[in-house]
């Protein structure tokens, strides 16, 4: 089961962060991005899986591909900047996990503003 | 039996877009990311809900295409910025390395056929990319050691003699302008070496000899 690997992994590093929280943070900070990185490698086999899935479904009812790509990329956009803006502030670096976020933010614009312009020209040209 | 066609597909199309949606809320990280997603996801069911009925009202029009035309151009004019933005500073570097690779050069051939250590090497180059003569070098000013090379060779032999010649100094002091007339030819044959090398003229090129 793999839940219970990863639940392993996870309070294993949680008590070793603590313990060594007070004499060594820098490892502490070092074991909790490791942990995390773990986690995901562990996770990313299974979610290709699904996203292979979901993306053969849409395939089949002909809904637009655009779609379904921009909204994964911006999925993957938000959860990687929240990945790093945790970590910084878990290392008491509020203000380089707010930048972090602001880039995230940013970029999800750039995706998103294509669809708005989109959007925009349907409107316009559906009235009369 | 059109219109049932359309309205099949249509319907379908949402429902499967606000399914998909549904579950991609799951996996989304609860943050301050969270609305901006959600703005991104509303403007999409508002396309998908729209866009059938332009195709009800006028004909065929292909979203997909103008999303995709959208896009390209944001990407144009990131790439052109960045482009714009390395370009200077490629150039920059790649004339410093330039530059050292000729004054590296023009170091190991002065070596290589004089038996002299050179000191140092500054050299100019045409930096606009926009004359025709980029790259050529337009001033050379090199600053050698006397015969340090030489003296070292010397040096098995002098020992034995320096003694001798301390007692007569006149004849050690005819012994370096000996030498320094002996430097003369030297340079000049390295200015015209260097001149017909990198086809530079021979004023552009200043050869000192530090003693």
Request: proline letters at 2%; hydrophobic letters at 45%.
């Amino acid at each position: 089961m793999e839940i219970f690997k990863i639940v392993g992994l996870g309070i294993i590093a949680t008590i070793l962060t603590v313990v060594l929280k007070n004499h060594r943070p820098e490892i502490s900070i070092q074991i909790s991005v490791v942990t995390g990185i773990i986690i995901f490698i562990l996770i990313v086999s299974k979610l290709t899986s699904v996203l292979e899935v979901l993306n053969l479904f849409s395939k089949k009812i002909n809904v637009d591909l655009v779609y379904i790509s921009t909204i994964f990329k911006i999925v993957g956009i938000a959860y990687v900047s929240e990945f790093g803006a945790q970590i910084c502030r878990d290392a008491g670096e509020g203000a380089i996990a707010s930048k972090i976020e602001f880039a995230g933010k940013i970029l999800i614009m750039v995706l998103a503003i294509p669809i708005l312009l989109a959007l925009f020209n349907l409107i316009v040209q559906l009235m009369p | 039996m059109g219109m049932i066609a359309f309205m099949r597909s249509w319907i379908l199309n949402i429902v499967t877009v606000i399914i998909f949606i549904q579950f991609l809320e799951l996996l989304l990280p609860n943050s301050h990311m969270k609305k901006y997603i959600n703005m991104v996801i509303g403007l999409l069911v508002m396309l998908v809900i729209i866009n059938p009925m332009l195709a009800l009202v006028k004909g065929d029009v292909c979203i997909e295409e103008e999303i995709f035309k959208t896009s390209s151009a944001i990407d144009k004019k990131t790439l052109s910025f960045d482009i714009d933005q390395f370009e200077g500073i490629q150039e920059k570097q790649m004339i410093a390395l330039y530059k050292e690779k000729i004054k590296k050069h023009v170091k190991q051939q002065i070596e290589y056929n004089n038996k002299v250590d050179v000191l140092s090497v500054q050299c100019e180059i045409e930096e606009s990319k926009d004359s025709k003569t980029f790259g050529n070098i337009k001033y050379l000013d090199i600053k050698l050691s006397g015969f340090v090379n030489d003296q070292t060779a010397d040096k098995d032999i002098e020992p034995v003699s320096n003694i001798v010649i301390q007692i007569n100094k006149g004849q050690k002091q005819e012994n370096t302008n000996k030498k320094n007339d002996e430097n003369k030819p030297m340079i000049k044959q390295i200015k015209e070496n260097l001149s017909s090398f990198y086809e530079l003229d021979i004023e552009n090129i200043c050869v000192n000899m530090h003693k």
